[in-house]
Structures are given as C-alpha cells and as structure tokens.
T-cell receptor, first 111, second 113 residues
Framework: EDQVTQSPEALRLQEGESSSLNCSYTVSGLRGLFWYRQDPGKGPEFLFT???AGEEKEKERLKATLTKKESFLHITAPKPEDSATYLC????????????FGQGTTLQVKP | ETGVTQTPRHLVMGMTNKKSLKCEQH?????MYWYKQSAKKPLELMFV???????ENNSVPSRFSPECPNSSHLFLHLHTLQPEDSALYLC????????????FGQGTRLTVV
C-alpha cells in the first residue's frame, strides 16, 4: 500500500535560519512526487514535481530533492511569508490518478 | 478567469438540507477530482473523473453524489449529511490520469449543523 509520512509535524524557525522538511514514501512504482504549499483556509498551491531519484527543483528560497525513499524540501534563509503548511504527495501504483498525501509540516518563521 | 474556481467558499447546512458544491477549471485539463480535508488528517481522495467518466469512488457514502457534465465542470451534491462531514472540500484538476500534477481550487468550507 502506498504511504507518505512527513516530518516534523511542526517547525518554528527564526527569519534567516535555514532548515529542511522531510517526506518519506513507500510506493510500488513512483510516477511522481509533488510538493504543495497551503495557507490557512485556502487550497494547496503547487510548488514542484519530482519524477526520479537524484532530481532537484528550485524556486526562490525553496529547493526540493528526491531519493528512492524520501524527498526533502530545503528552505534557505526563510522569511515570515514562507510560513505555511507544506504538503507532500505521491502518485504511485494507481492508474486512477490518485495522489496519496502526507499530513503536512506546518512551518512558522518568526521575524 | 484562470485556474480552478470553487463556489461557494463557505457553506453552513442542516442535516436535512440538500446543497451542491461547484467546481470549474480553465486549464484545459481532462481529469477532475474531489478531495476532503479534515482537521489533523491528510487530504483524502473522494472521486476521480477522466473525460467526464468516473474512474474512482474511494468508498464514499452515498450522501455525497458527484456529477461531471463536461471536462471543465464538476459538482458535488450533498444530502442528509452528518456533523462529521464538516470539512474543507477541495476540487482539483490535472492533465489526465498519468500526468497527475494537480492544481487545486480554494475549497469550500462546509459546516453541518
């Protein structure tokens, strides 16, 4: 059964303090791993898609990496506006387009 | 308009009411999805439509009834809901069932009283 686990559940950082969020996954065949950002009361906003181990994607202060068992979302020199919940999802063995989501990591960046 | 639009943004309904949620996508995608997001739980897939045909019903109770009249529109008809059905209901779309980079609407916050 496809499974996604995110850690930590919550993370507090000072502005400028870099860190990483983890997404561990178990799938029978990875078709894609996705990162989303979700602000309170809003829908998830697409950030990145990763398809194969070794792949990396960057956007502003965010960088996503992928291995065969996990993905990391690295946040470099975060700002208060980076505060949000970050969701990881995988498209595994399903032929129905079903994404399996983790519970998310809630990031708070203090000025 | 661009992206995925959901209406209404907020809905309060009694357990005997009937209401509908609407979703429209302007991305030219062929697959559309309904997800449920409850507090402290991961997003949970409810239904999948591909080219207007339902391809997945994730064991959803019959009090939730989806409708997809075309590839751009998706509805979720609600009737005789329970308080535990209160949640954020999210619509999403993707190119198809293989290219599953999904784009979400802002959601409908549903409260059942």
């Amino acid at each position: 059964e496809d499974q996604v686990t995110q850690s930590p559940e919550a993370l507090r950082l000072q502005e400028g303090e870099s860190s990483s969020l983890n997404c561990s996954y178990t799938v029978s065949g990875l078709r894609g791993l996705f990162w989303y950002r979700q602000d309170p009361g809003k829908g998830p906003e697409f950030l990145f898609t990763l398809y194969s181990a070794g792949e990396e994607k960057e956007k502003e202060r965010l960088k996503a990496t992928l291995t065969k068992k996990e993905s990391f979302l690295h946040i470099t020199a975060p700002k208060p506006e980076d505060s949000a919940t970050y969701l990881c999802a995988v498209h595994g063995s399903s032929n129905t387009g079903k994404l399996i989501f983790g519970q998310g990591t809630t990031l708070q960046v203090k000025p | 308009e661009t992206g995925v639009t959901q209406t209404p943004r907020h809905l309060v309904m009694g357990m005997t009411n009937k209401k509908s949620l609407k979703c429209e996508q302007h991305l030219g995608h062929n697959a559309m999805y309904w997800y449920k997001q409850s507090a402290k739980k991961p997003l949970e897939l409810m239904f999948v439509y591909n080219f207007k045909e339902q391809t997945e019903n994730n064991s959803v109770p019959s009090r939730f009834s989806p409708e997809c009249p075309n590839s751009s529109h998706l509805f979720l008809h609600l009737h005789t809901l329970q308080p535990e059905d209160s949640a954020l209901y999210l619509c999403a779309s993707s190119q198809d069932l293989l290219n599953t980079e999904a784009f979400f609407g802002q959601g409908t916050r549903l409260t059942v009283v």
